[in-house]
């Protein structure tokens, strides 16, 4: 008899902590949505012409309220910026968190698979020689260059992936060789450019949100939110991959379908964050990881978590890269880079201790 009232009683408990576990990892969400939407108010703030945060909070609720001159510049210059800081985040961040769950590997990201390599090597091609891959209007050549060679890039670790024998930790090797080719076919491209050239081609590799523009955040835009839902549909699936090919086949899932289909979507996320801002490494790196130990693994809560965290370590890298040098808007790949490779040594020299 004993036994069986002990029973509801430990499921009871069990539910308890469930739900707890839910309320906790929905109000760290919450955090991480009201962080954002401050450091995205702050962004808005800052430049040559400061504003406060009230200025900026009525300048959004009602820009009729303030003067033409703020609106100008909240609206038409700075507005395009900080939002893009937000989405091109998330999609690399999202992007990352994908590649390291469909491969097992906590270093898995679109820079470190030859991602960005790639979209950088396609648009030295048109900033230096003027190489055009699809004829396209002159002010998105350069885009449409480094959106080509991303996707390229992605299609040939598959392609390579699919050899027989081939195994999830070779694809990884494939990406780092993919990355030495493209840093030495840009070295090449260098060394026969104009020292014009030569300058254009460093600036677009250091990244920059400086270029945003209302066009190029939009597509950036639906292309995130076309999606997040895609992913969102395999959640299930991409939590069970977690536990190997082996363990989620058992449960149904096809793992080498699934990884295809992942692949193409992040590829394309990475690779529209890329062609518009320029090189911008470790997001994809350090966003997962960071929601990884915030929320978990459980894709409800992992992926929207991923976006977040990407959306808001950019934003903050835009504010930095503000207040640094006053009057200075410094690159934002540099400030990601230095946040990045810290945290990049962190888990080369802790990836034992890691649950991978």
């Given at each position: 008899m004993s036994n069986e009232i002990a029973q509801p009683t430990g499921t009871a408990e069990e539910h308890g902590f469930y739900r707890a576990l839910v309320l906790r990892r929905?109000?760290?969400?919450?955090?991480?949505?009201?962080?954002?939407?401050?450091?995205?108010?702050?962004?808005?703030?800052?430049?040559?012409?400061?504003?406060?945060?009230?200025?900026?909070?009525?300048?959004?609720?009602?820009?009729?309220?303030?003067?033409?001159?703020?609106?100008?510049?909240?609206?038409?210059?700075?507005?395009?910026?900080?939002?893009m800081a937000l989405v091109v985040g998330a999609s690399l961040s999202i992007a990352g968190a994908q590649m390291?769950?469909?491969?097992?590997?906590?270093?898995?990201?679109?820079?470190?698979?030859?991602?960005?390599?790639?979209?950088?090597?396609?648009?030295?091609?048109?900033?230096?020689?003027?190489?055009?891959?699809?004829?396209?209007?002159?002010?998105?050549?350069?885009?449409?260059?480094?959106f080509i060679m991303a996707m390229v890039t992605a299609f040939m670790i598959h392609a390579m992936s699919l050899r027989r024998g081939v195994t999830i930790e070779t694809i990884v090797l494939l990406g780092i060789a993919m990355v030495f080719i493209f840093n030495s076919l840009m070295a090449l491209i260098q060394f026969f450019s104009s020292q014009q050239a030569v300058a254009a081609v460093v600036f677009w590799t250091m990244g920059s949100l400086t270029k945003a523009t209302w066009p190029k955040f939009w597509i950036s835009f639906v292309i995130l939110c076309a999606v997040l839902p895609l992913l969102a549909?395999?959640?299930?699936?991409?939590?069970?991959?977690?536990?190997?090919?082996?363990?989620?086949?058992?449960?149904?899932?096809?793992p080498r379908a699934l990884r295809l289909e992942v692949m193409v979507l992040v590829s394309l996320l990475a690779a529209i964050a890329v062609a518009f801002v320029g090189t911008i490494g470790f997001i994809g790196l350090v966003g997962p990881h960071i929601a990884r130990m915030l929320v978990g693994e459980d894709q409800r809560f992992f992926l929207p978590g991923s976006a977040l965290c990407g959306a808001l370590i950019l934003s903050i890298g835009s504010v930095l890269s503000k207040i640094i040098l006053p009057g200075t808007v410094i690159p934002i790949g540099i400030i990601t880079s230095l946040v990045g490779i810290p945290f990049f040594l962190f888990l080369i020299l802790n990836h034992k201790k890691a649950s991978w």
């Open positions: 929905q109000l760290i969400l919450l955090a991480l949505t009201l962080g954002l939407a401050l450091s995205f108010c702050v962004d808005l703030a800052l430049g040559p012409a400061r504003f406060s945060l009230g200025e900026v909070l009525a300048a959004l609720a009602t820009p009729d309220a303030v003067s033409q001159q703020a609106r100008v510049i909240l609206w038409e210059i700075r507005m395009p910026v900080a939002l390291q769950t469909i491969l097992s590997n906590p270093l898995a990201s679109p820079f470190t698979l030859g991602i960005s390599a790639g979209a950088s090597f396609g648009a030295a091609l048109a900033l230096a020689f003027g190489v055009v891959i699809i004829p396209a209007a002159v002010e998105y050549v350069v885009p449409i260059n480094a549909r395999h959640g299930w699936a991409l939590t069970a991959m977690r536990l190997g090919d082996t363990k989620a086949e058992s449960m149904g899932v096809n």
